[in-house]
């Protein structure tokens, strides 16, 4: 089939400056942003052979696609258990945690850059029957090269920002062959459905794979040996954070430590884990006493920096409060408070939350999460959890139960997605 003009200019670009894809991995790896280990992987060279049989490919870009896939890996793998699965992502982050959370059999590879020989190297060798993409992975290359080999496509949680909507009605023919490839589209929302649809994709329904995943696992041992450490004192979680909304966070603290006996501890897990000791640093900045788990601290002071990949199913559980970080600082759209709600864990969270707006929208619709605009509201928050816990309780429950309600629905995907695969 013919491609509308606008893919086969973008074809012939990409072919022109793959050559130079080398050069852009490797300044990318000075940055800190591959993995030099795993470099060959971008440029579609396999890091392992191909099991025999059937290969069920699901894709996610970053950290918060591909959590979301892992509810769907492993129950395809359970009702499946004869075929291989292979989950891709672009980021080292993301590829640390898929070490962690994928269950047993299943392979992490680097996306290929979308280009047409990395491309092409990619799926020649793993010759995929179903790729999965989820939200609003739409790389021209690589989704022609699997449509041209037979692939069958599926589009879940399918969502398009403003910005990408205006782009993309502007290469009509372009979005309207790249969404007909797919043979199931799920739309995230209502909202995401009208958009794909007026660029042409046929959306068979609404599910977003954000909800479905199980409670964050955790070592019941290390949680009895947290809570024997913690033994009376109230903990406070600040979780997912950056650099600005540590900054509020611990200024918030330290007025309000100064005037308690009961000796309160914040925990931060910063969003990414390599900045504990920046995290730390900003602490003592502000007079207060932190403990680094890297440096194998004790939850002594005031402050406790938990800087690991995979600590949130452990801290979730402990908190009278958890401040989603993310939300109180412009630009990165929040982070996931459904693993707190599933956990039965009270959450405040800033007005930023454009990523996960519908869950923010109807949680605090159901009176089942603490909004705040500026630091008052934080600090009411905070005197809340630690005077009155109880008070929260109801809300915390009110999030578990739509939480349930939505994973319900989400777990229906999987028998539409085993529908393709051979």
């Excluded at 995401?192 to 794979?209: F, K, P, S, T």
């Excluded at 089942?368 to 630690?386: E, I």
């Amino acid at each position: 089939m013919t491609r509308p003009a606008s893919l086969a200019l973008y074809g012939l670009a990409t072919r022109l400056i793959e050559p130079f894809a080398p050069v852009l991995l490797q300044r990318r790896m000075a940055r800190g942003k591959e993995d030099p280990a795993r470099l060959g992987e971008r440029l579609g060279h396999a890091g392992r052979p191909r099991p025999e049989g059937v290969l069920v490919w699901l894709h996610g870009a970053s950290v918060g696609e591909t959590l979301s896939l892992v509810a769907l890996v492993e129950a395809l793998a359970s009702a499946r258990p004869d075929i291989t699965i292979l989950v891709t992502s672009g980021t080292h982050t993301s590829a640390a945690l898929m070490a962690e959370r994928l269950p047993a059999g299943a392979i992490h590879q680097y996306l290929p850059l979308d280009g047409p020989s990395a491309t092409a190297r990619f799926l020649d060798h793993w010759r995929p029957s179903l790729g999965v993409f989820v939200e609003s992975e739409l790389w021209p290359n690589l989704l022609l090269a699997a449509r041209d080999r037979g692939v069958r496509l599926a589009l879940l949680s399918a969502k398009l920002s403003e910005a990408s909507f205006k782009g993309w009605r502007r290469a009509p023919g372009a979005a309207r062959r790249l969404l007909s490839g797919f043979d199931l589209i799920l739309a995230q929302d209502g909202r995401a459905a009208e958009r794909i649809a007026a660029l042409g994709g046929v959306v068979q329904g609404v599910a977003d794979l954000k909800f479905g995943a199980a409670p964050l696992p955790v070592d019941a041992g290390l949680v009895a040996a947290r809570k024997s450490d913690l033994g009376d004192r109230p903990m406070i979680l600040a979780a997912s954070t950056h650099p600005t909304e540590e900054a509020l966070i611990l200024a918030r603290w330290r007025a309000l430590v100064a005037e308690r006996v009961d000796r309160p501890l914040l925990v931060i897990v910063p969003r990414h884990p390599e900045r504990g000791a920046a995290v730390a640093d900003s602490a003592r900045l502000e007079g207060l006493t932190p403990g680094l788990q890297s440096t194998g601290s004790a939850l002594d002071g005031e402050v406790f920096v938990a800087d690991a990949l995979g600590q949130l199913g452990l801290w979730f559980r402990l908190a009278r409060l958890v401040v989603m970080g993310g939300s109180f600082v412009d630009g990165v759209g929040g982070h996931n408070p459904l693993e707190p709600a599933r956990l039965c864990a009270p959450v405040v969270s800033g007005h930023h939350v454009e990523n996960w707006a519908t869950v923010y929208r109807e949680l605090e619709a159901a009176g089942a999460v603490l909004m705040t605009a500026d630091a008052a509201g934080l600090d009411a928050s905070l005197r809340q959890a630690l005077d009155a816990p109880e008070s929260l309780a109801a809300m915390a429950d009110r999030a578990r139960d739509y939480v349930a309600g939505r994973d319900e629905t989400a777990r229906a995907v999987v028998g539409q997605v085993l529908r393709l695969a051979p």
